[in-house]
């Protein structure tokens, strides 16, 4: 399985931005597709998944202000996100996670850096 993340880049507090993620290979047609997030010297945290059924978390921090969404038939992951705060700087990870093999799957990560 591979994830190729695009998008991401340099924005200004107050902006939006999206990125976005391919996923291709073999994997089980139930799974949950997310973005996840690092930033300098901390871990790795979730940001916003979707399940195949199309069921959505989102981590305190950016509800209301990002959306995630899917194509099943296409295999791609989007990530929507607006009223961007600088704290919102950090690599972004796509991520795959296999129901039936209980296996994750990352993407290269893209950097999301917002400048006050």
């Known amino acids: 399985v591979q994830l190729q993340a695009s998008g991401g880049g340099l924005v200004q507090a107050g902006g939006s931005l999206s990125v976005s993620c391919a996923a291709s290979?073999?994997?089980?047609?139930?799974?949950?597709m997310g973005w996840y997030r690092q930033a300098p010297g901390k871990e790795r945290d979730l940001v916003a998944r979707?399940?195949?059924?199309?069921?959505?978390t989102y981590a305190e921090a950016v509800k209301g202000r990002f959306t995630v969404s899917r194509d099943n038939a296409k295999n791609t992951l989007l990530l929507q996100m607006s009223s961007l705060k600088p704290e919102d700087t950090a690599v972004y990870y796509c991520n795959l996670f296999d129901s039936r093999l209980s296996t994750n799957y990352w993407g290269q990560g893209t950097q999301v850096t917002v400048s006050s």
């Open positions: 290979g073999t994997f089980f047609e139930m799974n949950t």
């Open positions: 979707v399940s195949s059924g199309g069921r959505t």
